[in-house]
């Protein structure tokens, strides 16, 4: 089946440094994924959509230039957490869709940030 | 965008069935409805997915009347490991899925 893997599975970095997570998938082309964020007990909150070769489109109120998106190939998709702040520490979770008509979104296993 | 709304937790005990419903009213002609389990600290995990009557794969079945707005994921002699949250999601599959919105979810407990 369709595999989406995250790397790091987790990171933990220090107040104004920027942390990159990306999101492959392995066996199929994705010309949109999507990034999530997830607090502890809560559901998962659609951060932005990335398409291969054009900006991101975020969801109102995540700031674009705090969460850098690029989406430069057809199975690589990457999120940084520019100049992160402790409130930004949570689990980062992407998802991606193969190009076929019948198949549903494959998500990663997620990404726990932590900013100490 | 369609939204769902689930209950917010269920029990349940090893070797029950376990059904937990989905309202979505708002659903649209193009929209699939796709079932998700999550671990804690992992992403979500495809369970099944439909548009209408009855959808039965090895893990699960997934029941949707005529009127589509709602639908009911049926776990059948569920076992310690079942428990987890469960999202029901509303989505154009053919479209990509633009914006697909979690809801809150159904915290399953299965109890010994």
């Known amino acids: 089946g369709a595999v989406v893997s995250q790397h790091p599975s987790w990171v933990i970095c220090k107040s104004g440094t920027s942390v990159k997570i990306e999101c492959r998938s392995l066996?199929?082309?994705?010309?949109?994924m999507f990034w999530y964020r997830q607090f502890p007990k809560q559901s998962l909150m659609l951060m932005a959509t990335s398409n291969e070769g054009s900006k991101a489109t975020y969801e109102q109120g995540v700031e674009k230039d705090k969460f850098l998106i690029n989406h430069a190939s057809l199975t690589l998709s990457t999120l940084t957490v520019t100049s992160a702040h402790p409130e930004d520490s949570s689990f980062y979770i992407c998802?991606?869709?193969?190009?076929?008509?019948?198949?549903?979104?494959?998500f990663g296993n997620g990404t726990r940030l932590t900013v100490t | 965008l369609a939204k769902t709304t689930q209950p917010i937790s269920m029990d349940s005990y090893e070797g029950q069935e376990v059904n937990i419903t989905c309202s979505h009213n708002?659903?649209?002609?193009?929209?699939?409805i796709t079932w998700y389990q999550q671990f804690p600290s992992q992403g979500p995990r495809f369970i099944i997915q439909g548009y209408k009557t009855k959808v039965t794969n090895e893990v699960a079945s997934l029941f949707i009347p005529a009127d589509r707005k709602s639908s009911t994921l049926s776990l059948p002699r569920v076992s310690l490991s079942d428990t987890a949250v469960y999202y029901c999601l509303v989505g154009d599959r053919n479209g990509g899925y633009n914006k697909l919105i979690f809801g809150a979810g159904t915290r399953l407990a299965v109890h010994p």
């Open positions: 998802s991606a869709r193969e190009w076929k008509g019948n198949s549903p979104l494959h």
């Open positions: 066996d199929f082309q994705a010309t949109t």
């Open positions: 708002n659903i649209a002609t193009n929209d699939y």
